[in-house]
Each structure stands twice: as structure tokens, then as C-alpha cells.
């Protein structure tokens, strides 16, 4: 193979240093290394990507929740959900760069009670809703710090009540539903729901430092 010129060299070293971020510049003897900080992604950018990921989260949970709803009743479906939405957290968060879990004003799970931040969102979104805001244009994201310093950013968006949801979650739950969800939640509050109040909401974070 034939050796390069000494200026395809050098055209060939700046094009692999600009991939890496880096420029050389400077003459022979004098060179600098400069290193391109990373393109910033913007709030508004973080925001998109939570907002997409919560909804294929809930397409998910909904889809789920349908299936197991056909094949075992309500009763099944207490099983099933107990199961499916902790996977769904897991894989979300793995698959993404963001952690993702689900949390309400009212929880079946004391494991998804909300922390402060969250608290004031779930607030938030009832007030508006109760005059009249419309939930499908509802969210709330920012980047926090914690008392330890570490930066996070920070996405919820509210769950409405839905038709699927109503058999385990409404205000009138049959008695084997209740017995059952009482052998996974001792100690369940998410009941007495109507069709389109607020359920709870996503909570996405992602570590940015």
C-alpha cells in the first residue's frame, strides 16, 4: 500500500481528533491540544426524551394490564400488574438514560410514596385540574439538586383514571379483588377512583453529574 503524503497525514489526524472532540492546533513544536466541550443538551431536550418515555411506558402498562384483564379477570390482573410494572420499570430505566417509576397522592405500594418534589407536582396537577386544565398537556420537569450536590433532572406527568383500571381501582372494587390485592398490599390507599380523576404520575430522573 503506498505511503500517505505528509499532508493526507495530517488532514487524516485533524478529521480522527474533530471526531473525538479534540482539534490540534499550532505549528511543529508549539502544538495545543484544544478539547471541544460536549454539545449541551438543552431542558427542553431532556423534556422530549422523558415525555416519549413515559408514554411508551404507559402504552405498555395499558397494554399489559388489557391482556391480563382478558385471560384472568380482575383477580388475575392483580397478579399480573404486581409483576409486569416493576419489569417495566427495570427495563425502561436499563434501556434509557433516565430511571423510571411510578408514584400518586394515593399509592397501593408504600415503596411509591412521593418524595417532596414529587408531592408539590401531584399538588399541582389536581389544582389544575380541578379548574378545568387539561391533563394531556400536563407535565413538570427542572433540574435539582440534591442535599448531597448531586444535580438531577427531574420529569413527571400526570396517570389518569381509565377504563381499564376501574376494576381495581374504583370505588366499587369487588370483594375477591380487594382480597386479593390484600396478599400483595397490606396496606393499599390507591382505591375509589373515578373514570378520569387523577391516578398519579411517571417520575422520571436522570443523574446529571
Known amino acids: 500500500m503506498a505511503r500517505r503524503s505528509g499532508l493526507s497525514r495530517r488532514r487524516a489526524t485533524i478529521a480522527v481528533m474533530l471526531s473525538m472532540g479534540a482539534l490540534l492546533i499550532g505549528g511543529t513544536g508549539s502544538a495545543q491540544q484544544l478539547v471541544a466541550p460536549a454539545p449541551e443538551i438543552t431542558l427542553a431536550a431532556r423534556a422530549e426524551k422523558a415525555r416519549s418515555l413515559a408514554h411508551i411506558y404507559s402504552e405498555k402498562l395499558r397494554t399489559g394490564v388489557i391482556q391480563a384483564l382478558k385471560e384472568g379477570g380482575p383477580v388475575g390482573a392483580i397478579g399480573a400488574c404486581n409483576t409486569l410494572a416493576p419489569e417495566l420499570n427495570t427495563t425502561t430505566t436499563d434501556e434509557s438514560a433516565f430511571e423510571v417509576a411510578r408514584t400518586g397522592l394515593r399509592v397501593r405500594n408504600p415503596d411509591n410514596a412521593p418524595d ?20 394531556k398537556t400536563m407535565e413538570t ?34 370483594q375477591d379483588v380487594k382480597a386479593e390485592i390484600a396478599k400483595y398490599y397490606t396496606d393499599d390507599k390507591a382505591i375509589g377512583f373515578n373514570l378520569g380523576e387523577l391516578r398519579g404520575a411517571f417520575s422520571l430522573v436522570q443523574q446529571l453529574d
Not at 156 to 165: H, S, Y
Open 116 to 135: 417532596a418534589w414529587e408531592l408539590a407536582g401531584l399538588e399541582n396537577f389536581q389544582k389544575a385540574l380541578t379548574a378545568g386544565g387539561d391533563a
Open 141 to 174: 420537569y427542572d433540574v435539582v439538586t440534591t442535599k448531597e450536590g448531586q444535580k438531577l433532572f427531574r420529569y413527571l406527568r400526570p396517570i389518569m383514571m381509565r377504563e381499564p383500571c376501574m376494576a381495581c381501582h374504583g370505588p366499587s372494587v369487588a
